[in-house]
């Protein structure tokens, strides 16, 4: 078989560990068949007669990973944000979710969502669509064509939510099925479907019964919701009087880790049985910190969960969230630590920007595999960003120039993207 390999030249930078960063001024990134082969500072031999993509003075980081975001809000995002979570989905995401059963809006509204999450720094997102089968699928179709490496799910709701989105128990998960078998007939690259019920107060026992069959016979991971709100918590404990926490309502029916890669988004409030359990399932927390800010959620422990040794990763949560940026997300995750510290537990230190990097990286990656990382057998994401618009009046080393990415980028600075090794058009 032919050797497929090319190298990436500028300043390198991942995540030795959750609180350190491995440099390499001016080095050399390799791929090979879609795979990181290494970083040198100096070309071996061997490699010469490659062809060598040189970005002078340009970051190059490993690709960022998105574990919770909503297409369907991404209309809406910005607007709104003025009401606590409960009536913020009555409100705003419901009517609005309700548009995707026309085909022709929701290709309207799934366009512009994938064509800007293409154009960030993002190479890998979990993804929740609507209850809608077709509008699903067109939504995989947008995102098989950018090149990114998804996870996109129908998502499931039998009860308490308006009858214009609402579905019977039987038609969900009939539904479910029919859009993994078409799923599986497409045959994406990069795209693969991921079971998705909003949150336990939006499905049933007999729903969840059902998507743990469905779990089991196609093998699939599962994203949700937990712990983000505490009207939300005291719901859940009375519509599931046995469980002796939220997460319990989901890993009664199987789909709180264990053999099912799960993620639950904010966790805000989860208690010391509920990390417990999520460490011992092997739950990765997407951390979505401006949303639980613009919802009026609050802050979850994230340095809390880093010391127990649960996965966390970075979710934008749009439209909790107003934007696709992770950059932004770093940023606010940092930046709600240092309020949670000050004004509610000064034992849990703040984050730092190579922790936040870290979550937004490797931490998330993992969820995928061996993502996020530039270390020998990592998928080969690499973003290339030109800070050169940042401008400043003095020198600055690579961490310090990071460091004002996370603060200060967006997609003006993307110049090259690369996922599994495979170049994504950014015009």
Known sequence: MNESIFILKGNIVYSKNQTELAICKQGYLVSKNGKTEGVYQTLPFRLGGNPIHDYGDCLIIPGLVDLHVHAPQYSFRGLGMDLELLEWLEVNTFPEEAKFESLDYAERAYRIFADNLRKSATTRACIF??????????????????????????VN????????????????????????????????????????????????????EELKKLQIRFSLPVQSHLSENQGEIQWVSELCPWAEFYGEAYDRFGLFGADCPTIMAHCVYSGSREIARMKENGVFIAHCPESNMNVSSGIAPVRRFLQEGVRVGIGSDVAGGSTENLFRAMAHAVQASKLRWRIQDQSLQPLSAEEVFYLATKGGGA???????????YDFDAVVLDDSR??????????????RMIYLGDEREVRAKYVKGQSIRLS
């Not at 669509?129 to 129908?154: I, N, Q, W, Y």
């Not at 009939?174 to 909003?198: A, G, S």
């Not at 940042?390 to 460091?403: F, G, K, V």
């Open 157 to 208: 709701m039998d009860r308490n939510a308006p009858e214009y989105l609402r579905e019977e128990t039987e038609e969900s998960a009939e539904e479910t099925l029919e859009w993994i078998k078409d799923v599986l007939h497409r045959k994406y690259q990069n795209t693969r479907p991921i079971l998705t019920p909003r949150f336990t107060p939006s499905c049933t026992d007999e729903l969840m």
């Open 390 to 403: 940042l401008a400043h009046p003095q020198p600055l080393d690579i961490r310090s120039r990071l460091e």
């Open 129 to 154: 669509g609507t209850v809608h089968r077709p509008a699903t699928l067109l939504l995989m179709d947008l995102m098989e064509k950018t090149g990114l490496d998804t996870f996109v799910g129908k």
């Open 367 to 377: 969820f995928f595999g061996k993502v996020g990382s530039f270390e020998k057998g």
